[in-house]
């Protein structure tokens, strides 16, 4: 199985991207999904998560500006990012949990910069 992330670039403050993640290699639908990220010299940490069955969670920081989703093929998962923010310069990973083994993406760096 492999996720393959996409979507990242450069914008200016106030600006919007949206991010892909698509899983391929397998037909077993994901169980979880979700964003998460890692800014130079930090920890990674959740930004958004979808776990089946359960209410989607978002970080206090993105709250109003981030939304995930699902996309209509499986295992495809969307993070929509509208007002960003300098502060939310990362890299950007998706990770699913997929028949109870999690995989991640190999990450794609957002930078927000005038």
């Known amino acids: 199985v492999q996720l393959q992330a996409s979507g990242g670039g450069l914008v200016q403050p106030g600006g919007f991207l949206r991010l892909s993640c698509a899983a391929s290699?397998?037909?077993?639908?994901?169980?979880?999904m979700g964003w998460f990220r890692q800014a130079p010299g930090k920890q990674r940490e959740m930004v958004a998560v979808?776990?089946?069955?359960?209410?989607?969670r978002y970080a206090d920081s993105v709250k109003g500006r981030f939304t995930i989703s699902r996309g209509n093929a499986r295992n495809t998962a969307y993070l929509q990012m509208n007002s960003l923010k300098p502060e939310d310069t990362a890299v950007y990973y998706c990770?699913?949990?997929?028949?109870?083994?999690?995989?991640w993406g190999q990450g794609t760096l957002v930078t927000v910069s005038s």
């Open positions: 979808m776990p089946s069955g359960s209410s989607v």
């Open positions: 990770n699913q949990l997929i028949l109870s083994i999690p995989y």
């Open positions: 290699g397998t037909v077993a639908a994901a169980s979880f």
